[in-house]
């Protein structure tokens, strides 16, 4: 699987959107605010989730922000991070 497929799939399930298909979630769509609509209390969350399921580890927030901006973000801040 993909690994934007893969980080799609933990959200919706780890974060437990009901609402929204891992399918639903486009690559450049913005993750907070007016995109899939997750807020501080998920972003604290996903850096739990990602450290878990990925061993990326998410160190402050300015790291963070840039990771969290999109699926292709997080996907391009997974590779940087496993080749380090």
């Known amino acids: 699987m993909d690994i934007r497929q893969r980080l799609k799939q933990v959200i919706v399930e780890d974060l437990n959107l009901e609402e929204t298909t891992p399918d639903q979630i486009r690559d ?45 973000s997080l996907a391009r801040f997974h590779r940087e991070r496993m080749q380090a």
């Open 28 to 72: 450049d769509e913005a993750l907070f605010g007016e995109g899939i609509g997750l807020d501080s209390l998920d972003a604290v969350e996903l850096v739990v989730v990602i450290k878990k399921r990925f061993g990326v580890e998410i160190k402050d927030m300015s790291e963070g922000r840039k990771a969290f901006a999109s699926i292709d």
